[in-house]
């Protein structure tokens, strides 16, 4: 075998693959996340340790069953967002089937029943903030209220920042002539956040509401 021949049949050199740069700074801002909510649990722990007596009267208040039943819906909407990302990677934006043929669902369909269900978590803890007024626990009340809307508000403002994100991505799919990698990218990095403002949620549902 000549020269030539050994030179038309070497490998190609492989191209190196590189990560995403888009989800990889996604995930070092998350991790800036998980110090900002570790020192609002540092916050809530130091307060609770200050003032026990405090703490037992207030969480006798609290409504763990209504709590409870909200997270369920926070949870099942992280697995509604991951079939939407499974969908995106597929390329298919939208459902090709009949509305309640769920196989056939696209990226849109399942964000779209993500969102709803974000929103039902949103509105939900606004009632029980109401709730929770009307039996003496305000933010300006004691520690325990300003503890306890401090670390569930801020969560909340990121649930309605995921919402938001959720509307660009769904907007962006009905405009994009041909739904591609761009398309993708963006709606594992929607996932990415969303996913993690779930398992910020069940931790601070285990510390607030389980760890009287």
Known sequence: MTTATHALNAPAHPVP??????????IVWLSSEVMFFAALFAMYFTLR?????????????????????NTIILVLSSVTCQFGVWAAERHKPRRSGG?????????????????IMGAIFVSVQ???????????ISLSSHAYGSAFYLTTGFHGIHVAGGLIAF?????????????????ETGAIVVSYYWHFVDVVWIALFAIIYFLK
Do not use: D
């Open 99 to 115: 509305l309640f043929q769920f196989k056939e669902w696209g990226m849109v369909e399942w964000f779209v029943l993500t969102f």
């Open 126 to 136: 606004a009632f029980e903030y109401v709730e929770l007024v009307h039996h003496g």
């Open 17 to 26: 693959n590189r990560p995403n740069l888009v989800s990889v700074g996604t």
């Open 167 to 183: 509307l660009l991505i769904i907007g962006r799919a009905f405009l994009a002539r041909n739904f591609g990698q761009f398309e």
């Open 49 to 69: 340790a200050a003032l026990p007596e405090l703490w037992a009267t207030e969480t006798a208040k609290l409504n763990v069953p209504f709590a409870l039943m």
